[in-house]
T-cell receptor, first 112, second 114 residues
Framework: GQNIDQPTEMTATEGAIVQINCTYQ??????LFWYQQHAGEAPTFLSY????GLEEKGRFSSFLSRSKGYSYLLLKELQMKDSASYLC?????????????FGTGTQLKVEL | ETGVTQTPRHLVMGMTNKKSLKCEQH?????MYWYKQSAKKPLELMFV???????ENNSVPSRFSPECPNSSHLFLHLHTLQPEDSALYLC?????????????FGPGTRLTVL
C-alpha cells in the first residue's frame, strides 16, 4: 500500500507469539487500524490506536509510536484459525472525513 | 455476519454488458464505501458516501458509477468494463467518517470481466 510497509509473509507455530510490524508515512496521520482478512472473506476489525502505547484485547495487542511512524500487532497463544492476512491501515483525516489507506497485508501461516 | 450484505457474490460479465452491484447495511450507519481488491494489491478506496452525499471519488474511471439512494443502500453500476477491472469489490459502512470509525465490510462481489 501507498507509504505503508509490512512484511509480505510470516510463519509461526501454534501456541507461540508473533509480532507483525508496520511502518507508515506520518504526514497527516490520525490513527492506525489493524484488520484481519481470511482468504475469500471480508476484512474484520481488530484494533485502533490513536495514542502512543500498547492496547491489549485478549490474545491480540497493538502498539503505536506516532513519532516513529511505527506500529505492531502482537498475537499470543497462536491458534490455527489465526492463519490469515493482517492489514495495517493508516487513517488520515481530510476535509471530507477520515480516509483509510491499506497496506498490502502480512500473510500469517500458523503451523503445528 | 457483519451487518453488511452484498449481491451478487459472484459476477461474470462481458466488456459490453451493463450490471450493478448492490450493498445494504443493517447497522444504522451514515457512511458507506466501495473498495476494490485486486490480487497481490492492497484495498483501494473507490468512493465514499456520507449521509447519501458522495464525499470522495478516488480518481475512479467513469465506467464505474456509484449511487446511494438512502443511507442503507449503495450501488455500483458497471458498464463497458475492461478485463483488468476483474477483482473483489468490497462494500463497507461506518457510523461516521471522522475519528475512530471502524468500518464494517460486506463479503464482497467477485467480478470477472471477459
Amino acid at each position: 500500500g501507498q507509504n505503508i510497509d509490512q512484511p509480505t509473509e510470516m510463519t509461526a507455530t501454534e501456541g507461540a507469539i508473533v509480532q507483525i510490524n508496520c511502518t507508515y508515512q506520518t504526514s497527516g496521520f490520525n490513527g492506525l487500524f489493524w484488520y484481519q482478512q481470511h482468504a475469500g472473506e471480508a476484512p474484520t476489525f481488530l484494533s485502533y490506536n490513536v495514542l502512543d502505547g500498547l492496547e491489549e484485547k485478549g490474545r491480540f495487542s497493538s502498539f503505536l509510536s506516532r513519532s516513529k511512524g511505527y506500529s505492531y500487532l502482537l498475537l499470543k497463544e497462536l491458534q490455527m484459525k489465526d492463519s490469515a492476512s493482517y492489514l495495517c491501515v493508516r487513517e488520515r483525516v481530510t476535509g471530507g472525513g477520515n480516509k483509510l489507506t491499506f497496506g498490502t497485508g502480512t500473510q500469517l501461516k500458523v503451523e503445528l | 455476519e457483519t451487518g453488511v450484505t452484498q449481491t451478487p457474490r459472484h459476477l461474470v460479465m462481458g466488456m459490453t454488458n451493463k450490471k450493478s452491484l448492490k450493498c445494504e447495511q443493517h447497522l444504522g450507519h451514515n457512511a458507506m464505501y466501495w473498495y476494490k481488491q485486486s490480487a497481490k494489491k492492497p484495498l483501494e478506496l473507490m468512493f465514499v458516501y456520507s449521509l447519501e452525499e458522495r464525499v470522495e471519488n478516488n480518481s475512479v474511471p467513469s465506467r464505474f458509477s456509484p449511487e446511494c439512494p438512502n443511507s442503507s443502500h449503495l450501488f455500483l453500476h458497471l458498464h463497458t468494463l475492461q478485463p483488468e477491472d476483474s477483482a473483489l469489490y468490497l462494500c463497507a459502512s461506518s457510523q461516521g467518517t471522522s475519528g475512530n470509525n471502524e468500518q464494517f465490510f460486506g463479503p464482497g462481489t467477485r467480478l470477472t470481466v471477459l
